[in-house]
């Protein structure tokens, strides 16, 4: 038998095609631009991390030859904020190259690189908001109790890279198209809020070049020991200046009243979410949030109450005494970890917002039989 292996083709560029089309293999060994850089840290960390990789191989294989790994992000959010900016601000933010890549940073981020600044926004945090919403937002709907708590625990474990990504596929549950629609509103607003906060930090002058630190990018919560994946050199903020991206994200654009309102009480539930996970975190390694350049959630939520001019349909009583109910889950959250930590939180699958054949779930589906 005569096998004959492709000389030119070295196994680290066979991975690479997997996940990416002709055009994006060649910009990958041979970065020429920012967006370039940008393409390759988001191929690099799919690579590298299989479970991600048997996602997007998977979705490559079943785009029937039309695949771009670049197009199947999305940068609406990005553009959005920077659409409602005047023309002064947006032309200075011409400089800064974006897009959403894998992070278990639960925020966005803002970095250096020898083609200038560049915001990215975890992936991962538009499933992790798009669950915890649900647990959240009364959205005029009787929501059980139990589907809205399973809801948070599929968030949390996104952001533990412990649930398969593969929600194209297999969404966990049948969610009202009513529900749905209302929910990708507040996600968008989410996204565009968080964008906007790394762009207010290019704007307010927040990026020292003495400041900076090395992370992982991708790293195991649960782990304190090294770390080989990727790094890369990110700004270090103050507790103040993120306040005061925070209120930048809201106050800069030109947002009618309507708007303003939807992208601050969005905000508020993404710092309730946001919240709930840090209480997580806190629970089961005992780290407290807070301490350190970064702000625990529930003071960037009252910061937002107390800093940016609320809108007329903005009660601040009733966002006060919505903090009540965060208490309430937290509970549930104690509740959760004494008793399941190991079988709940940590397993790399799928978690569902309720058990097979009932009107939240529907149908059992099995994996590789009726989805990939
Ligand atoms: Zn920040």
Partial sequence: MDIKFPEDIPSQR????????????ERVFN???????????RAET????????????????????NWSLEDSFDTYHFEQFLDALND????????????????????GTIFTSNYGPIITISESLEYFLKFANLTLIDFDTDIPVSVRFNSLRIAIRIMLQQEAMDFHMDPRGIIPKKIQNWNNIVVSNQMKFIAGHEFSHYLCDHIDKKNICEENI??????????????????NQSQTEEFIADATSIELPNYNPHDKTMVITSALYWFAA??????FIEKVTGRKSGL????SAIKRYESLLNNVSLTKDINKQEWLDYQKNLDVIKEFINNDVDKQLEQTYRFYGSCYLAEPNTKWRGKHLIDRKDYY
């Fill in 31 to 41: 970065i020429k631009s920012p967006e370039d850089y940008l393409f390759l840290i």
């Fill in 218 to 235: 991708y790293k195991d919560i649960f782990s304190d020991g090294e770390n080989h994946n990727k790094t890369i050199t990110f700004y």
């Fill in 46 to 65: 799919i690579v590298d991390h299989m479970r991600l990789f048997r996602v997007y191989r998977n979705k490559k294989l079943y785009s029937k030859g």
């Fill in 292 to 295: 350190g350049e970064h702000p």
């Fill in 14 to 25: 066979m991975a690479f095609r997997h996940i990416c089309n002709d055009e994006e293999l």
């Fill in 88 to 107: 002064t601000h947006r032309k200075e933010c011409e400089e800064i190259t974006y897009g959403n890549i894998f992070s278990n940073k639960a925020s």
């Fill in 274 to 279: 946001l919240d709930l996970y840090e209480h």
